[in-house]
């Protein structure tokens, strides 16, 4: 299991597998965190709803399994010889990158808005899902908003830092091009959303090829960190707003 690493010199190429530590952290970002969310959702989405005490625990496991894989990842990887520069953390261009951060980060959350209001009043077994979905993990009130925002943040620096960090530079080390880089970290991001079904997943490929391509444009995670957080904290502060409307609406119905 694991893929080689490529070594070329003077015409000649010689292959080295993958370390063990580095494919069991791939074998868990693509087949646990898939397998884990999906029987998760699917055991929230049986019950008629969540409780607020089921919401914040919710976030709390979530992120401290986030910081677990991070650190585990990060620990494996700085032994194994990858520094800062590899996972995208070397000091950059620095209006260069603040303003990819802003308005990247700004561009990104005004689509989201829209995309949740365009959610809100569709139609179809997707959108069913999607506010389904809004209705059990989406915070209700100001006290569970607070553990959201974490939750938020938490996922735009753990996930960036796993995909387009870690994965991304030990595919690369591996010899993988930077176009195989580039798509397989954006199909193990997609994967990691199963739980939102298919449409779920292609958004968040898509989502992860952009992520990906801020990584590659300004050679920083710092824009798809800030990007990442900024549509998940507009989900949780917006989302409410026009998807909880509907189920309203329904229930009246």
Known sequence: MGGRRLHCRRGKCSYRLMPWDF???????????????SIRMKRLLAKPGTSSRERISLYGSTMVMQWAITLFAGWRAT????????????????????????LGGLALGALHWGNLRRVARAGGAGAERMRSIAKHILPQSGVELLPYCGLAMTAGICEEFLYRGFAYAALTR???????????????????????????????????????????????????????????????????????RTFKTVERL
């Open 79 to 102: 032994a194994r010889g990858l520094t800062a520069r590899d996972f995208g953390f070397e000091r950059g261009e620095f209006i260069e990158i603040l303003s990819a951060c802003l």
């Open 23 to 37: 494919c069991l952290i791939f074998l868990f970002l693509g087949v646990v965190v898939p397998w884990r969310g």
């Open 174 to 244: 591996a010899g993988a091009p930077i176009w195989l880089g580039f798509f397989a970290t954006s199909i193990l991001f997609g994967l990691a959303h199963l739980y939102q079904g298919r449409g779920g997943v292609l958004g968040t490929t898509i989502l992860g090829l952009l992520f990906a391509g801020g990584r590659l444009l300004f050679g920083s995670l710092m824009p798809p960190i800030v990007w990442h957080s900024v549509i998940d904290l507009v989900a949780g502060i917006v989302g409410p707003r026009y998807l909880f």
